[in-house]
C-alpha cells in the first residue's frame, strides 16, 4: 500500500476518533462537531460517539489490509451525500434560526467529500507491484 495513502487513512482514523471524543463530551465545535450550533441531547451524541468509533476502526483496519479500503471509501462517500442530504433538508432549516446559514455545515461535508476524492484518487493510482 502506497505510503501517502496509508497515512491518510490513519489521519480518518485519528479524526473520527478526536471526533467520537468532541461528540462523547459535548464540545461543540466545527469539523468535530458538524452541526455544532443546533439543538442537540447529551444521550444522542454519546450515541453518535460509539457508532463514530466504528469508523475509526474500519479505517484502522482499511490502512492495515487494502483489500478493506474500498468498503472504507464506499462509507465515507456516503458520509459525503448523507450530510448533503442533511443540509438540504427541512428537519435541519426547523431547527436554524431565521437566517442562519449553512454554509458551515456545507464547508465540512466539503471537507468530508475531499477527503474522500484524494483518498480514492490514491487509491486508484496506487501500483500493485
Excluded at 478526536?18 to 450550533?37: E, Q, S
Excluded at 460509539?50 to 479505517?59: H, I, M, P, T
Excluded at 466539503?110 to 507491484?129: E, F, N, P, Q
Aim: proline letters at 4%; aromatic letters at 16%; charged letters at 10%.
Amino acid at each position: 500500500m502506497p505510503q501517502l495513502l496509508r497515512f491518510g487513512l490513519l489521519a480518518l482514523v485519528a479524526y473520527f476518533f478526536c471526533m467520537a471524543t468532541a461528540h462523547f463530551f459535548g464540545i461543540k465545535v466545527p469539523i468535530l462537531f458538524i452541526y455544532y450550533d443546533t439543538p442537540f441531547y447529551a444521550y444522542q451524541d454519546k450515541i453518535i460517539s460509539f457508532a463514530v468509533l466504528s469508523y475509526a476502526g474500519l479505517f484502522y483496519a482499511a490502512a492495515r489490509d487494502i483489500k478493506v479500503v474500498p468498503i472504507a471509501l464506499a462509507v465515507l462517500g456516503m458520509t459525503a451525500l448523507g450530510l448533503a442530504s442533511v443540509n438540504m433538508s427541512e428537519a435541519l432549516g426547523s431547527v436554524l434560526a431565521e437566517g442562519q446559514s449553512t454554509w458551515p455545515y456545507w464547508a465540512q461535508t466539503g471537507m468530508i467529500a475531499g477527503l474522500w476524492v484524494i483518498l480514492t484518487v490514491l487509491y486508484v493510482k496506487r501500483s500493485d507491484t
